[in-house]
């Protein structure tokens, strides 16, 4: 039986930060905190790119044409999205939720979710390096995790091919 785990580890890897310039007072924080985390756990400032979009929205059409150039190991999203009074909301918080999710799977390249979905500016700045943390910090460390368990799992697929086993 094998057992396989990914550690949060930067070393050599090519990473993008894609952050929503609205509410850009929040999304600003988690970019910082996925910068922090990425520098801490070994990745070269000089392998960081960080993308800039107007909204939520637009995340995953730069997340697409980031995965396409095939230049990255991991994206790391980030934004805010704050419940208003009407279904605005649902509309882009879902859609740009679900977009990221088939992107990832599609080109099997890890993409940490940090975009907020809250009710209030307090509850988001409260996950923006506030009372919650900063899950642009989380985001970074679950990417990474995931690059590495990636990188894992296709030395193991390469070994049992070496090794003439399917």
Known sequence: MAD???????IGRRVAVLGSRFNESV???????????????DTAADDI???WVPGAWELPAAAAQLL????YELLVVVGAVIRGDTPHFDF???EASRALMTLQV???VPVG?????????????????????????????????MADLFARLDSNVDDEDDDGAA
């Open 92 to 94: 882009v918080a879902g």
């Open 113 to 145: 979710f940090g975009l907020l979905t809250t009710d209030t500016v307090e509850q988001a700045e409260a996950r923006a390096g506030g009372a919650h943390g900063n899950k642009g910090w989380d985001a970074a460390l679950a990417a990474l995790e």
């Open 4 to 10: 396989f785990e990914g550690m949060a580890t930067g």
């Open 49 to 51: 790119d960080v993308v």
């Open 68 to 71: 396409r150039s095939e230049r």
């Open 106 to 108: 599609e080109y099997g």
């Open 27 to 41: 999304t600003r924080k988690l970019v910082e905190g996925a910068m922090d985390a990425l520098v801490r756990h």
